[in-house]
């Protein structure tokens, strides 16, 4: 067959892959790039221009040097038309090529590494819910790039009370677009005037939301860093004015507010399950994540307490839950969803995906309901 050639575009929001060559659509070769100002690499995100119906396959060479090489055995790559309809593809891993086939129905094909979620897809976030009188936004300060840090507070009237807010922070590492996906469903939930939980968790204590600490990050298409490089998980006891002004500006206003509960939401390249990350905490704290996790586990099957990743180690207060755990004494959760799939129960359509983070984002509100009210 004589080749087909293809045109590759990542010159947008997100946007992140090396082209190596694009002489053939049956063997195009592509390589990570990584995080503009760091060695991690692993997010992609990218158009194929090439004719409907001739099959794509993508070597990308090297990925075995990515910041999680566990993260292949298992992955399916995440394909679009439409960039609202993502569904996995067949994927293989040799131990340094992902190799990625499809055939398109349509001439422009994406492929990202989870479906994307862009700094257009936050603002829309912000603006849905700030129709509500109960919402208001502020900024709490500007990244390195000069971009505002939003943070969303939701305050209802019937708050007569004087616990500190519950607080959810996402996208520190901004490759994990799970957390964006996961804050329409909670925010949906959060303010439907006919859910009584959420009525109930708004009448006992403010809800603040920072949909996306790292703009900068996510608007390069970095899977873990802001534009100095930094990682913003590994700051909050440290960070400067120079390096992660981000976590300067939401640690200020947390310490201004206190924490009833705060949850940092991730994404967990390698693991296939919906999980909190183990933590230090004293009793009283434990009692608290045990009955949480409970709430949980009866709410969203999709959460499970039988797997979990170590990351950072059990006690580490450059990690924003660690450190709230210390600082703030509230109960301090860092939830990590798939990349993958949930192995518990698999999609072999969707695997892990946009609608099933939205859905556990609805089901977290009963959670955070059986933690503050009950
Ligand atoms: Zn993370």
Redesign the pocket.
Known sequence: MAPVSAFIDSNFHGGAITVVSTDDVRALELRLRPDNASEFAQWFYFRVHAPRGVEQVLHIRGVETAAFPKGWPDYRACVSADGEDWRRTETSFDGSTLTIRHTPTTDVTAYAYFAPYSAEDTQRLIGRAARDPRVSVDILGMSLENAPIHRLVVKDPTNKGGRPPLWLVSR??PG?TMSGFFLEGFLGRLLDPTDSAARALLAAVDVHIVPDINPDGSRRGNL?TNFAGANL?REWDRATPEYAPEVLAVRTALEATGASQLLDL??DEALPYVHFIPADMPAPLLERRAKFEGALLVASSDFQTEHSSTLGGPNNPRLLSHWATRNLDCLALTLEQPFKDNALRPDPIYGWSPARARRLGVDMISACYVDLVK
């Open positions: 520190q590492h994990e873990r998980n991730h994404g």
